[in-house]
C-alpha cells in the first residue's frame, strides 16, 4: 500500500510563512522513525515538543488505574500531536503507539516561539488550528457515543474512509490495518460484540475484506438504512 509523505508547506497551519522563516524552521526540525507497536511518549510523561505525522498511522491509548485500556483516536498523515506544549510543558494524558512504520517531524516550544516573535499573525493561525481539532473531536465523540454496537462500528467505519479512504468504483478501501480488539476499544465494546457486529455488517454486504484492510461498499443508501 503506497504511503504519502506530508510536506510541513501543504498544512495550512505553516501557510503565509515567509521563506526564510520556513527554511529555518525546517533546518530546526528533528526526523524521527518508529517500527510498529514503539511508543511516540508515554501516558504522564512531561514533553515540550510538538509533533508532526509525515507518514503512517499512530494510535492515541489511555489506561486508567484499573488497567482498562481505551484507544481515543487514530491520527494519520498531516495531523499534529502534543499541540499543548505550544503553551507550556504537559502530562500526556494517553500514550501514542504506531501501528505502522511512521516518520515523524519533531518542533520545540522555543522554536514555535520564535515563529510568533518574527510573525505574530503565526498565533492566531495556531488558535484556529487548536479549535477546530477540539470542534472535530467534541463532534466526533458525540457522533459515535449512542447507538447499538453496530452503529457505533459502521460510524467508526466512515469517519476512517472519510480520513484513509481511498475509491474504487465498487468499494471505499479504508487504508488503515486495525484489529478487533482495538475496533471495540474505539467504540467501548468487547471484541465478542465487534465481532458479532461486524458479522452482521458483512452478511448484509455493507463492509467487507480486501487482504487486510477493510472496505465499505458504495451504495449510497447504506448510512440512512443502518441508522433507521
Known sequence: ??????????????????RAQFSNLCQCTKRKRLS???????????????????????????????GHE???????PGEVLGELSLYQEQNEHSSAIAMEEVCICCFSRIQF????????????????????????NILNS??????TVKERLLRLFYRFAEQYGQNTPTFTLIDLKITQQEL????GSSRVMVIHALNELKA?????????????????????????
Open 1 to 18: 500500500m503506497k504511503r504519502c509523505l506530508i510536506c510541513l508547506q501543504e498544512l495550512d497551519l505553516f501557510q503565509g510563512l515567509e
Open 36 to 66: 510498529k507497536g514503539h511508543h511516540l511518549f508515554h501516558q504522564g510523561e512531561t514533553t515540550s515538543t510538538l509533533y508532526l505525522i509525515k507518514s503512517g498511522k499512530l494510535k492515541l491509548v489511555q489506561n486508567a488505574e484499573d
Open 70 to 76: 481505551t484507544i481515543l483516536d487514530v491520527c494519520g
Open 113 to 136: 516561539e520564535s515563529l510568533i516573535k518574527q510573525d505574530p499573525s503565526f498565533a492566531l493561525r495556531i488558535i484556529g488550528y487548536l479549535g477546530q481539532k477540539r470542534y472535530e
Open 142 to 147: 458525540g457522533k459515535e457515543a449512542g447507538g
Open 184 to 187: 471495540a476499544d474505539m467504540i
Open 204 to 228: 448484509a454486504n455493507i463492509i467487507g475484506k480486501e487482504k487486510r484492510y477493510y472496505v465499505l461498499k458504495n451504495d449510497p443508501c447504506l448510512s440512512a438504512h443502518i441508522f433507521e
